[in-house]
């Protein structure tokens, strides 16, 4: 059976800048022009911003897959070539969020589910590699159903929101201010864009920036010049600069407090290293200052759970390969079985009109004769092919490669294809070195 292979650039091994510059044009470009080769008759595309995979069945997967990683210039250093077994495991491992910068983060199995979606529209899949990603969706599906790998938050932005919720009794209609639009800020605001607050809004040294992101995210930006009038009507902060000195300091909020609504309080979350936030704040009236120290605590909390849910994910994954490897193989026994069928059935027909034309250069053959010698060869057809069948099913329920190889070989039906099933073997001498190999 033709293979998958697979090339994977990933956060393990490449910059995010390697992983850009390995990719050229869009995907769909990408796609036909992996499926336009000769050798590749299945492929599918997986791009993240921390990922560029590719899967290709072909009968020469390793010089298909080298030569298009030369073609779009990516070093081999940053690439890591998988053969089948590992493909499908990486695959499996992949959705299950075993792969993700973030152990069991549920990003990545709608990625999978969207760009194998576009493949599948795209004409460029087949049997093989939807049995592998139609497989993969089911396992990340059951992981995260039968595991806590995707509970609880993991990053110190996530674990800041989490907190706000946990505090505030819930984020909805409140209003929320983030101090900071680097990498920490981002993670933040995309954390709360998934929550059903009233607004956020986005603040930072460099205004182009806050409204890049306020943009992106149905948000509001904010001077960071005029943070302190943003405060009086916040319900909660959550400042990550990475500035040197005190973004809000025990005036600013003290000022901020004053013009607020009586008794309404304001919950302050530091999540800044050295910290944005002075600590003195949390001694005003109705005002609530978390640190870093406290978010770390929960983070680490949830990190160790999910190493420990990670083992139970691996266990589901061994037993979903080793059903997918007997699904392959039964799929591939119902082949050989279907091009056995074909080649028999097109000598029982080619045998049936000898016969009738034999008789018939005696005597009228009339079509009750007709329908009686097809009757006959039709039944001594699947008499002969009853007992492979049963054979050949057995071997792939009990995994016996070698057995539904020689079967294959010794009736001609392993041909090495090319979309217009150019090369043939020659069968005679196959059938020559079997029975040379069995008198030896």
């Not at 995309?190 to 992101?213: G, M, P, S, V």
């Not at 390969?321 to 392959?328: E, G, K, P, S």
């Amino acid at each position: 059976m033709t293979e998958i292979s697979s090339m994977v650039i990933s956060h393990k091994k490449a910059k995010i800048e390697e992983m850009e510059s390995a990719w050229h044009g869009d995907l769909d470009g990408l796609l036909h022009n992996l499926y336009n080769h000769e050798y590749v008759y299945e492929c599918v595309v997986l791009k993240t911003c921390n990922r560029v995979e590719i899967y290709v069945v072909s009968p020469k997967s390793s010089s298909v897959l080298f030569s298009f990683a030369k073609e779009m210039g990516a070093s081999t250093h940053i690439i890591d070539f998988y053969g089948h077994d590992e493909s499908l495991e990486h695959l499996l491992r992949l959705a299950g969020g075993l792969e993700s910068m973030i152990v069991g983060e549920d990003q990545i199995l709608g990625q999978i589910k969207d760009l194998y979606a576009y493949s599948k529209k795209a004409g460029t899949t087949g049997k093989i590699l939807d049995t592998a990603f139609d497989k993969a969706i089911q396992v990340g599906k059951r992981i995260r159903n039968e595991t806590r790998i995707n509970k609880g938050s993991v990053s110190i932005g996530s674990a800041a929101v989490d907190l706000a919720e946990e505090i505030l009794d819930g984020l909805t209609g409140k209003s929320v201010l983030v101090i900071g639009a680097g990498e920490i800020g981002v993670l933040v605001a995309k954390a709360l864009a998934e929550k059903d607050i009233e607004a956020i809004y986005i603040a930072n040294r460099t205004f182009k920036k806050a409204e890049e992101i306020a943009y992106e995210l149905g948000g509001y930006a904010v001077r960071l010049n005029d943070v302190q009038t943003q405060l009086k009507s916040a319900d909660v902060v959550i400042s990550g600069t990475g500035a040197p000195h005190y973004i809000l300091t025990r005036e600013i909020v003290e000022k901020a407090m004053k013009d607020r609504e009586k008794n309404r309080k304001l919950l302050l979350i530091d999540i800044a290293n050295p910290r944005d936030i002075e600590e003195s704040v949390a001694e005003l009236d109705n005002v609530e200052l978390c640190n870093i120290d406290n978010l770390r605590v929960i983070s680490e909390k949830t990190l160790k759970m999910r190493k420990e849910e990670a083992k139970k994910a691996e266990a589901i994954i061994q037993e979903e390969i080793r059903l997918l490897n007997l699904q392959y193989k039964r799929q591939q026994a119902d082949k050989i079985i279907s091009d056995l069928y074909r080649q028999i059935y097109d000598v029982r027909i080619r045998e049936r009109e000898k016969a009738v034309n034999r008789l018939r250069a005696y005597h009228t053959i009339g079509k009750i004769e007709t329908e009686v010698l097809d009757d006959l060869t039709h039944s001594i057809a699947n008499k002969i092919l009853a007992e492979p069948t049963k054979v050949l099913r057995q071997a792939a329920e009990l995994g016996n490669d070698e057995f539904l190889d020689v079967v294959s070989r010794v009736f001609c039906l392993e041909k090495e294809k090319t979309k217009v099933e150019k090369i043939k073997p020659d069968c005679g001498n196959e059938l020559n070195r079997i029975s040379e190999k069995g008198n030896s």
